[in-house]
């Protein structure tokens, strides 16, 4: 028994001789800690699956997105079932539009709102917080009371404004959505920033003549990078769902192109008839993903949140 | 105290002047009058219209008689599109309504959504904590523009329960979807914000010094540890108010409620600036006085906070 010990020691003092011993940086043992979380690797795979849907979808769907099957239009309840023969997989809208391409086509539109809205809000949250947070003083209170006061405004009502008054557009929702949710994020970061300007690497910076606004970039910016992914993996499924809202109501998206939103819309519209299928296909999607989304978002903030170290 | 209610509302009200203001020059930078017509109107009687209408004057005294207007007798103008009617009777038949269910939606996100956190911080780690926190989970993805269609799917397609909508002058069974479907996403919210508070309140070494005291439990939930947990729920109840009333808008297109909402959609579908604008004011309006109500409550309830 001793004597067992003895070798198991001795070889552990030649390995450790032999091989370098590698550090594991935070950013590592994030990933380990998150790579254990079932839930949030589940989010994550089904997430790379829809993306995986909307940017092959195109190349599978048998029909165009905008193209009205002639032979079943009008029957949609009795002939459009879903159904792999006749190239309808999802089957066919109200219109007689193959459902699986528009399904695709919402799902594109819906990604691509939810990761521009929430890269807007990020930049511009990151560096309006962040320039609150180390500046301080009056900057900091005249910059933040600008954000309470924009933050007790209804937003969506007047994105709905801005739509109406200025034409439907898909650039104006991407510019709207992410232009007004922005506030939430500036004001973690800026809470964040707080903490992180009396560190030392701060001092020494400013010690050695580096300029303020250098400093917030370079120094204070990539220190906030995991509060700032986590709430941007929040912020994707709410731009997605504001998109959505918009698009129910009829003034997001514009025929024939279309989004989840416009895809529920219509799905609930005509689910009367007995055309289940309209609204299951794009609720299914649309389900996946936010749960996707918030589990990888409980996830990351497992993994990168300092108090659980 | 005094002061702090004071300093507050000395924040709302240039909050409210902002908004009033920018929906102001939004509408007044959009393309096209009110009586802008395919038909060219003789200049004269033009002239004559738009001094009727005080639009001959001066952008800034345009808007200081709009809002001179709304604020002494509640005038939000005409609305552009219907002919007999103005906005603000548009909104007398509305707002009952969108008040009326979503109070029920209210009390039914606070009620059951407290209940539900309070009870799954209590049972942690039991069958009774994982339903909760499912139910939680789930609700969050079923925004009200999905929890509508599935109500209405289930209680009134497929068991024929429920009415699939209008309001009858709001009898009871008009208003049950309309107010589930628009609570159930912050119902999830409260219930998830009441639970991790809850539990970190029954961790904390006040607690444990009651019950080392000897105290009955259900009197140190109730007498202790309650108040503290319902600080983050009330401080919720701010962005879930404005979450509702937004969310009244699509309740009330798709229940065909009557509601307020129908008249913003409309008027935003028909381009009629004077509802939206009306509309616009009139929700911002109260989304503002509610949050500073809640501000005041925390207030109130928080000792820490000083003012």
Known sequence: MLTHKKTNVEKLAENLGNEPIAGRSLWRDAMHRFSRNKAAMAGLVVLGLIVLFAAIGPFVAAWHYSDIDWSLMGNAASAGQPSIANGHYFGIDDLGRDLFARTVQGSQISLLVGTIGALIAVVIGTLYGATAGYFGGRVDSIMMRTVDILMSIPYMFFLILLLVMFGRSILLIFIGIGAISWLEMARIVRGQTLSIKNKEYIEAAIASGVRPFKIVLRHVVPNLLGVVIVYATLLVPQMILTESFISFLGLGVQEPQTSWGALINDGAGTMRYGTLWQLMFPLGFFIATLLSFFFVGDGLRDALDPKDR | ?307
């Open chain 2, 1 to 307: 105290m005094f002061n702090f209610v004071l300093r507050r509302i000395a924040v709302a009200i240039p909050t409210l002047l902002i908004l009033v203001s920018v929906s102001f020059f939004l509408m007044f930078s959009a393309p096209g009058g009110p009586f802008t017509s395919e038909r060219p109107i003789p200049a004269a009687v033009m002239e004559n219209i738009n001094a009727k209408y005080n639009l001959d004057k001066p952008v800034y005294q345009q808007l200081s008689i709009y809002i001179w207007n709304i604020v002494t007798e509640f005038d939000f103008g005409p609305s552009f599109r219907y002919q007999d009617r103005d906005v603000l009777d548009l909104i007398q038949s509305g707002f009952p309504v969108t008040l009326t269910y979503g109070f029920w939606a209210f009390v039914f996100a606070v009620g059951i959504g407290v209940s539900l956190g309070v009870i799954a911080a209590l049972k942690h780690n039991t069958a009774a904590d994982y339903t909760a926190v499912s139910v939680a989970i789930v609700g969050q993805v079923l925004p009200n523009f999905v929890m509508a269609p599935i109500l209405v799917l289930i209680f009134v397609l497929w068991l024929g329960w429920l009415p699939g909508g209008g309001w009858q002058g709001g009898q009871i069974e008009y208003i049950i979807l309309p107010a589930i479907a628009l609570g159930t996403s912050f119902l999830a919210s409260i219930a998830r914000i009441t639970r991790s508070s809850m539990l970190e309140v029954l961790n904390s070494n006040y607690i444990r010094t009651a019950r080392a005291k000897g105290l009955p439990f259900r009197y140190i939930i109730w007498r202790h540890a309650l108040k503290p947990a319902m600080l983050p729920v009330v401080s919720y109840l701010g962005p879930a108010f404005v979450g509702m009333i937004t969310g009244s808008v699509i309740i009330d297109s798709y229940f065909t409620t009557g509601g307020i909402g129908v008249h913003f959609i409309n008027g935003a579908l028909n381009r009629d600036y004077a509802v939206i604008m009306g509309v616009t004011i009139l929700l911002g309006t109260l989304t503002i006085t509610f949050n500073m109500l809640v501000d005041i409550i925390y207030a109130w309830i928080d000792p820490k906070i000083r003012y």
